[in-house]
Nanobody, 120 residues
Framework: QLQLVESGGGLVQPGGSLRLSCAATGFKLDAYAVSWFRQAPGKEREGVVCISSSGISTTYADSVKGRLTISRDNAKNTVYLQMNSLKPEDTGVYYC?????????????WGQGTQVTVSL
């Protein structure tokens, strides 16, 4: 079965950290750019960060620059999102997505999402 599976979400206090993982099964992730999106309650889904298939190029939304870091381990078929200095406005469901064209192209696969809650 071809799918992306996210993990690592949870409840964290403001200023805390989380590390999300996005693992691919059934296909080789190294042929795809991978993005993380998030959707806060009552808001539209927004793109947060993207990494190219090679891992050389990354693109971050202004709201997360300096706090979130995307990386990939193609040997493990997994992409990671290290989230530091978390804020309440980072709360939402985080989805990873794989794109065979490149960052900003047409998404081929979506994960099911993992909840991140930043609160006291």
């Amino acid at each position: 079965q071809l799918q992306l599976v996210e993990s690592g979400g949870g409840l964290v206090q403001p200023g805390g950290s989380l590390r999300l993982s996005c693992a691919a099964t059934g296909f080789k992730l190294d042929a795809y750019a991978v993005s993380w999106f998030r959707q806060a309650p009552g808001k539209e889904r927004e793109g947060v960060v993207c990494i190219s298939s090679s891992g050389i190029s990354t693109t971050y939304a202004d709201s997360v620059k300096g706090r979130l870091t995307i990386s990939r381990d193609n040997a493990k078929n997994t992409v990671y999102l290290q989230m530091n200095s978390l804020k309440p406005e980072d709360t939402g469901v985080y989805y990873c997505a794989a794109d065979s064209i490149g960052c900003g192209g047409l998404v081929n696969y979506w994960g099911q999402g993992t909840q991140v809650t930043v609160s006291l």
